[in-house]
């Protein structure tokens, strides 16, 4: 977003480990005699040489200082180097002593080589009796290495054949657990069976006809009931037809050439194939899902819950398939309508927030064009308009960056800005109701409670959070963090809780009654957190400038599931929540939306070229910058920065 970097966010920095004293060339155990250094070089003296005033330096110490002062650097007499000479006496002690102490610290094996060097005569026999005893030696020490890898590989084993028994114990429990959901699975379309069966009946006996077709129908029914065939008969006889079918369809698609021509087929066996093709796509995520609830519910039945509901099914079972359900209903995101927010020759179009109203029959967009526009969702979507006019528009003496309505009080909007203001506005009127101005920088992100009505919340780049009342002019209660605010929103199902994104690369989670310090830290991105929303009470996401959407449940302070699959990297792309489904915005001028249990994207869409002018070449610099979700349905309004807006809905 143009202008929408976190500049001034205070990134944690590692402070560098303080130098320890002491040097490589220092680990003797024993410093030097200071007699025998350099008092320039503070090395031991090499090369000694003696001064007329009586001081010895090396050689090459002395001949420097000399070169730059004429004097002594011991008791600065006049010194020059005519005046210098070489202390034979000084280096043949250093020498003897040098060689006594490596011989003291030196190896057997580095004495015997200097032995040998300096020509120290030994006969054959000393010889071979050396040699025999490094070839003991080395004999014992391979052994010795063959005996510490054998161990090694030993204990790698047992740590593997350990970890393989646990995976086998996982993998036999995952066997169990899908036994019985097969058989429960079985047991229930036995059922269905079953009562299709008995309704079939009854139809044909209620179904109206002369009297032979109706005399013909009840001996029909009477052999029915005198000999039913087997639910498992008409199973497999089911199964049959529905093999064929999918055979049909498949040969079909391939006549088709490609999967857009699947538009061709509309039988809801061609439907059914879909649905089966997204699960295959998908069907490792799909079975690290299915596994985690089975998994979990497993837990609670050891601790003695109650886990089983009326039908028979284990509800980790029945909640895996809700979320196979939803899944796979939806592929792809169709364009129902299309409109501009700002002026077609004007570059400041950023659509920085947009949001629907209480009821959802009205939207509102902001963005950088420093004016807020209210559109009438029925008429944007069923008038066939080239560019819809909104049916009220409010200019803002600054860049716009979030809105909020209010969820009591229809016509009331929040708006946050760049100059830090947060305001509360009538859109009947036109008119401000409330101004709050205590921010100190510009102000990213504003929220209105639930709960209570007149509360809302604002952060700002000044480190601040805070919360308002519309009933008073100054601030409720104020939070000072360490880090640029990005985000705020409060709990849905309560006036007290909030959840703050911040550029530090955390969510804090606070309970407005303490704010001395954070509820929960969630810890997991790794850039600054570009928004939070809550999916319901327990459950929140956040979107962060490293390209991921996370999941936490904010009551068991537990990450839930991280998504990727879009870029984003420095913009504020948006993000959105209804019930499942997250969208969010890609810097690749896509729109993604997942599944809150599944990490991939399950369907994607692109503002491809013709949203754009004509003789604009520059497509790749364009991002999606806010969407909102039309609650508990699959429309999805996005917005770019040019300032293209799309009315998306979710399709099969």
Sequence with gaps: MEDSSMGGALVPTVKACEHLPGSATETASEEPDKDIMCPICMQIIKDAFLTACGHSFCYICILTHLRIKSDCPCCAHSLTTDLIFPNFLLDKLLKNALASQMAKTASPFEQLRRGLHQGCEMSIKELDGLLSLLEEKKRKMEQQESETSMEI?????????????????????DLQYIKEDITAVERRRLELCSWEQESSIKLKMLAPGDQQQHSNGIVCSTQHVQAPMSCNDLLNKRSDVKAQAIFKALQLNNDCGSSSDMQCMTTPGVASLARKRRVHSQFNHLQECYLQKRRNWYRQEERGANTMNIEGYNPGLEDFQSVL??????????????????????????VSSIEFDRDDELFATAGVSRCIKVFEFSSVVNEPADIHCPMVEISTRSKLSCLSWNKYTKTHIASSDYEGI??????????????????????????????????????????????????????????????????????????????????????????????????????????????????SNNELASASTDSTLRLWDVKENLPLCTYRGHMNEKNFVGLAVNNEYIACGSETNEVFVYHKAISKPMAWHRFGSSDLGENDDNTGSYFISAVCWKRDSPVLLTANSQGTIKVLLLAA
């Design 153 to 173: 590989m030993l204990g790698f084993l047992h740590c593997l054949k350990k970890q393989k028994f646990q995976e086998l114990s996982e993998i036999e429990a």
């Design 325 to 350: 359900t939803s899944f796979t209903q939806y592929s792809r995101m169709r364009v129902i309508a299309e409109l501009r927010h700002g002026d077609l020759f004007h570059s400041a179009n950023v």
């Design 422 to 535: 947060v305001t509360v506005w009538d859109v009947t009127t036109r008119q401000s109701v409330m101004e709050y101005e205590e921010h100190e920088k510009r102000a990213w992100s504003v929220d209105f409670s639930s709960i209570d009505p007149s509360m809302l919340v604002s952060g700002s780049d000044d480190c601040k959070v805070k919360i308002w009342c519309s009933k008073q002019e100054e601030s409720v209660l104020n939070i000072d963090m360490k880090a640029n605010i990005c985000s705020v929103k409060y709990n849905p199902g309560s006036s007290f809780f909030v959840a703050v994104g911040s550029a530090d690369h955390h969510i804090h989670y606070y309970d407005l009654r303490n704010i001395s310090q954070p509820l929960h830290v969630f810890s997991g991105h790794r850039k600054a957190v570009s928004y939070v929303k809550f999916l």
